[in-house]
């Protein structure tokens, strides 16, 4: 039998066998090519599967933010007050509503100016919110008590901020600051205004679906100015399939309802999908039904 | 010794690295998912967790005597949810004489995540029927020197909204009831109208409005027979509320039992002398005062009420079957008269919290 090597040791010299034969030489290539074939499928189909694990990822985490942020925005929404719904618009693609963003307490009663006008003096301690208020956005609840003795006849006044200073002080001598209120609704509300009444400052914020200029789709918000008007959507969500967000809005008999005061329930269908030109089946979708916490009491 | 050259342990190993890499790829892959499910639930859980803290309050509300704090005044409070699901901690503050903020911060059972809530919570006053300084289904008697008076007054030293308009100074359901004795219907009985001649009468077992099973289930104190003199007690510094002669310190509302309102309940008759008091006094039976008791809030007597002696003074409103002002000494004078500030604290301090209409519930996040 012909070799190709020289031989490894003495002994395979002293049994006449010299390195390997073709036949085991053509015999290890297949096995080496069979093992490499192997290992490259494997290769192959792990970059794939990390492929699709990542979309399946990006999938997933773009329903778990939806499913965080959305209950985190709206069932604070007082949607069924007699004077006006936390619910600005609501249509399947989105909601716009008003959003509180800072709380506050007043430590005296409210300095009147007129029946739509007035004063406001807060407590520095406690507050609580976002971000401090602003004028140029925010608008106020200020809870009044007309009755003492009916809690019925309670309700939450509301005026635009037109100005925020800092107050001397607090009746009580603590620091306070100044919100100096106009357009109050009802006219002559602030009579029923007292100290320790909660003021809460808001603005108006969007929840959108939208497509950018690629054509993906996102979960936008944009936020109202009240002199400028809606400002530029932000995608905070997303991508989502092609018209991937519906919201429908529900009574308390859990039928939908297109009137916001009778609204005591949201459900989000939110579908998303991974970014780029994935395979199919990886898009997947969430239901996110929120209970609105603050429907006024039966 | 027969030895092989080759490539197959090599191979073999390569194949297991690969492998092993791949296994252990899939378990961590699926270990960060199941972590990141977990943190996705910590802060549901901690929600979870805060909710029940808050609503544990309002439904411990009496145990727990928030209404005894002051305005600005704030009580801590902290509790586990059963299972162990997460712990809860936080704070009722009183904003104002009606409204409470109850702060509540829960935590995960693991303590990966915490979240905080506030409950605006609005006390509904327990509804009295107080419309006159007197009132009374039966008869009246005045001895001369009593003053009854409808008009809306102030107790000294308490920070009171402005007086509010005059009630009756008696009402009764026939005119023929009212012995004034000695007593001039001008000088002694004041009001708007002075006499109101009305329906007066309760159905059996109300009084003021209210059934008296409910006023028992609302007491705070439950006094037995006997002579009692009570007055404010404290310890250090802090108003003994489970004293039984405690009934409030109407002289020092800034004081340690200042803003202590109880609602006072004796299911037989009770006899006073002397002392003071605040909150709701209902005697299911028969009230007899004596030696200059003092008392600022509403007093329902099911049966006959009686003062004697060294002039009793009643700011709020007594509503009684039937009424005996008698003046044996000559120290002071029988006073009863109207006070809507004393029977609004009183009827406050014994109030339902209910969360407030509209916007009661919100996430609390501390302002950067």
Known sequence: MPTLFRPSSPADDEEGRNGVTLVELLVALVLSGIVAASVVGFVVASGRTYRRQTAAATVSATLRAATAMLPLDLAGLGAGDSLGSDIVAMRP???????????????????????????????????????????????????????????????????????????????????????????????????DVGAGAPVLSYEVVQITAYADRSGAWWLGVRLHGKSRGWGGIQPVIGPLRPRGLRFSYHDVSGSETTVPREVRRIVVVAAARPDGNPPPGLEDSVRIEIGLLNGRRP | MKREAGGALLLALLALVIGGALVSGGWLIGLHELRVAGTAAAPARALAAAEEGAWAQVQGW?????????????????????????????????????????????????????????????????????????????????????????????????????????????????????????????????????????????????????????????????????LWTVGPSQVGGRCRYGALSNWGDPDRPGGPCGNYFPLIFAPGGLRLHGGRGQGILVVHGDLAVSGGFRFFGPVLVLGQFDTTGEGGHFSGGVVAATVGVARSGLAGRPVVGYSSCAVRRAVVAQGVPEPVMERSWMRLYRTP
């Open chain 1, 93 to 191: 693609s989105g909601v716009a509503f008003k959003a509180t963003r800072a709380v506050s307490f007043m430590c005296g009663a409210p300095l009147v100016r007129g029946p739509r006008s007035g004063s406001l003096i807060v407590a520095g301690r406690p507050r609580y919110g976002l971000r401090e208020p602003e004028p140029r956005r925010d608008s106020v609840f200020v809870y009044a008590v007309a009755d003492p003795s009916d809690p019925d006849d309670d309700y939450w006044l509301r005026a635009d901020l037109e100005s925020v200073r800092p107050a001397g002080s607090c009746p009580d001598g603590s620091a306070g600051e100044v919100l100096e209120i106009a357009s109050v609704r009802p006219p002559g509300g602030l009579i």
């Open chain 2, 62 to 226: 009496r145990s727990a005597g928030y209404a005894r704090l002051p305005p600005g005044g704030e009580a801590a409070f902290a509790g586990q949810v059963a299972g162990p699901l997460g712990s809860f901690q936080g704070s009722v503050r009183r904003l104002s004489e009606l409204l409470f903020l109850i702060e509540s911060e829960g935590r995960d059972p693991d303590d990966r995540a915490r979240q905080r809530i506030g409950l605006l919570v609005r006390l509904q006053p327990l509804d009295l029927f107080i419309k006159a300084a007197l009132s009374a289904s039966g008869s009246v008697r005045l001895a001369e020197g009593t003053r009854v008076s409808g008009l809306d007054e102030v107790p000294a030293w308490w920070d009171c909204p402005p007086p509010g308009g005059a009630l009756p100074g008696i009402r009764l359901s026939e005119r023929s009831a009212l012995d004034l004795g000695g007593c001039r219907e001008e000088g002694c009985v004041t009001g708007a109208p002075a006499v109101l001649v009305d329906s007066v009468g309760e159905a059996p077992g109300r009084i003021a409005g209210v059934e008296v099973a409910t006023l028992r289930a609302l007491a705070d104190k439950v006094m037995g027979p006997g």
